[in-house]
């Protein structure tokens, strides 16, 4: 017991880094009679490092760290003291003191340093980690695909969720997530989109394509809220704003505060004051402009060629050219005739044609969004109506649903139709034509308002959730308002 009690003596005084070199000595004595007791001693000093380490906070880790390094090298060196009064052998009780027991004794020193380092420096990365919470969910719908900074890909399906740095996918076009940064901030993404974000000095959002919008609470000047797209950059520093990039170009609407936009391919800058709007494209070296928005509309109809971000766009001359081509190899036409036949349709229009629905491990889906040039609002109103009308080819159903932002701006919602196709195709040409009234569509989500109605209109999606092979093209969406709306 008394051995016992004198090793616990000299080595609380190694942990606490007070050992002499000729304690040095008695502890390396009792460690040449038991191997084990000197793994075990090394076990616990670093139990004892990691927990004074967790009583750090956490601005003095890094120090600590450095401390433990410093106290693990001074006590090699007190070894190699004891080494060196040992450098000629002597007799001990325990009989004469191997020199490969001191060696060990250094090599499991230095195996303790890198030992320590590496759990020390994983500790400050999991505290990095905890500290480094930057956001929470407080809305999710649909398909959410969330990417660590470590690449693991997990789901979003639920609220609080935290987020540290990371990328953002919203995978269908029903998705929608709805962000809280810890200062209140915040951020929407839906339909879509890709974001990646970050928050060291400052918040940094890179949004890669689709929609967002922010709801930004006061930043420092010195540390704005940094929006980077492929054509443009943002400076945030507290406002209220909308942004939709594709196509290499990114629309920018301001409803409260200021954003300063700076195109990418030329440095061009300007301010976006509330109520205006501002497109950057990096195919465009015109002045950027900087245009209020005019007053509100309430019909729409898509051109699906400028306004589709998501879906394969086929001119109709092009369909035509394929069908006659067949016809011509299967002797049904002559190429004469089938070459009448296309200029005549060339003659009539040349800008017509179809949208075809893309494939996902989702289901089949087209999205179609506002053109970003339009500077007059698309405003639901009582009574209005949505018409969509295209091909189906064995598909049995459809999702249609339309994205709703608020009057003053800022994301509103997301509501859907779903329509039974058996009851609405043709079996002769397999169209359809659908067209219901816009009030009668049900929100997605349950923190979405009840209506659309007076909410402006962003964009609309078609989908088809199955794995089946099937395929469906749109021809055309339109808002019908009243007789009296514009």
Not at 118 to 127: E, G, P, R, W
């Amino acid at each position: 017991m008394k051995d016992q009690n004198e090793f616990q003596e000299l080595w609380n005084d190694y942990l606490e880094g007070e050992i002499t070199s000729n304690g040095m000595i008695e502890l390396q004595t009792y460690f040449a009679g038991d191997e084990q007791l000197l793994q075990n001693s090394v076990d616990s000093f670093q139990i004892h490092r990691l927990l004074g380490y967790d009583a750090q906070a956490d601005e003095q880790h890094d120090a600590f760290v450095k401390s433990t390094m410093s106290q693990v090298l001074t006590r090699q060196d007190q070894a190699r003291v004891a080494t060196d009064s040992l450098s000629a052998p002597e007799t001990t009780q325990t009989g004469q003191f191997p020199r490969s027991l001191t060696n060990r004794f250094l090599i499991t020193a230095i195996a303790l340093a890198a030992s320590i380092l590496i759990v020390l420096s994983y500790n400050t990365n999991s505290q990095n980690g905890r500290s480094s919470i930057i956001a929470k969910t407080i809305n999710v719908h649909g398909a959410i695909e969330w990417t660590h900074e470590n690449g693991v890909v997990e789901a979003i399906t639920e609220n609080n969720k935290p987020l540290t740095g990371g990328t953002l996918e919203t995978m269908t076009g029903e998705s929608t997530v709805t962000m809280q940064f810890t200062d209140g901030t915040i951020v929407t993404l839906d339909g879509l989109s890709l974001l990646t974000i970050s928050e060291q000095e400052q918040k940094i959002l890179r949004l890669k394509r689709g929609n967002l919008s922010a709801d930004v609470q006061p930043q420092l000047s010195s540390k704005p809220m940094m929006v980077f797209t492929e054509a443009a950059e943002l400076r945030v520093v507290g406002t209220q704003f909308n942004v939709n990039t594709r196509d290499e170009s990114t629309k920018l609407t301001v409803n409260e505060g200021e954003v300063l936009l700076k195109r990418t391919i030329d440095g061009e800058s300007v301010n976006v004051v509330p109520h205006h709007q501002v497109v950057a494209s990096l195919r465009d070296t015109n002045q950027l402009r900087s245009v209020k928005r005019a007053d509100q509309v309430h019909r729409w109809k898509s051109d699906l060629q400028t306004e589709a971000s998501h879906g394969k766009w086929v001119p109709s001359l092009l369909e035509l050219g394929g069908k006659l081509k067949l016809a011509v190899i299967n002797g049904s036409i002559s190429e004469t005739a089938a070459t009448i036949a296309y200029k005549k349709a060339a003659s009539l229009n040349d800008q017509q044609g179809s949208l075809w629905a893309l494939p996902s491990r989702f289901g089949l889906s087209v999205v179609v969004t506002v053109n970003q040039q339009a500077t007059m609002p698309v405003v639901l109103e009582a009574g209005s109506r949505l018409r969509v009308t295209g091909r189906g080819y064995s598909a049995t159903d459809l999702v249609v649903g339309i994205t709703t932002n608020e009057p003053d701006g800022g994301f509103s919602g997301k509501y859907e139709q779903q329509i039974d196709l058996t009851q609405s195709i043709d079996p002769d040409t397999l169209e359809f034509s659908l067209e219901f009234p816009i009030e009668a569509m049900n929100a997605i989500n349950g923190n979405f308002p009840e209506s659309p109605i007076g909410r402006e209109f962003v964009g609309c999606w078609c989908s088809h959730p199955t794995n089946q092979v099937t395929k469906f093209k749109i021809t055309g969406i339109e808002i019908i308002g009243t007789d009296s709306s514009k």
